[in-house]
Nanobody, 125 residues
Framework: QVQLVESGGGVVQAGGSLRLSCAAS????????MGWFRRAPGKEREFVAA????????YYADAVKGRFTISRDNAKNTLYLQMNSLKPEDTAVYYC??????????????????WGQGTQVTVSS
């Protein structure tokens, strides 16, 4: 079992920045890929970014490339999502998730076994 707890959400004006954190516990993460997803009101959950914990390989959705950066702190078992140049369309509940690296696509929610409770990000215009 992997337990995931997100934090760092809030309300920010368009053009601003936020950093989300995801604290992981329960297992060592070397065989896992960690991802960020989001769900806006009335929309499906969508992929934002992912990182292989072992080698640091990263993946980004086109909508956030160049604005968001995924990173990790191995010592703290914590995943981050630095979000810059935020837009109103980034408003959503953001979720952290974990999947075994060798199973499924990092961009597919169905590949992930463990999910956090989510943190709300609201970008005002």
């Amino acid at each position: 079992q992997v337990q995931l707890v997100e934090s760092g959400g809030g309300v920010v004006q368009a053009g601003g920045s936020l950093r989300l954190s995801c604290a992981a516990s329960g297992r060592t993460l070397n065989t896992y890929t960690m991802g960020w997803f989001r769900r806006a009101p009335g929309k499906e959950r969508e992929f934002v970014a992912a990182m292989s914990w072992s080698d640091g390989s990263t993946y980004y959705a086109d909508a956030v490339k160049g604005r968001f950066t995924i990173s990790r702190d191995n010592a703290k078992n914590t995943l981050y999502l630095q979000m810059n140049s935020l837009k109103p369309e980034d408003t959503a509940v953001y979720y952290c998730a974990a999947k075994r690296t060798n199973y499924g696509s990092p961009a597919s929610p169905s590949s992930y076994d463990y999910w956090g409770q989510g943190t709300q990000v609201t970008v005002s215009s």
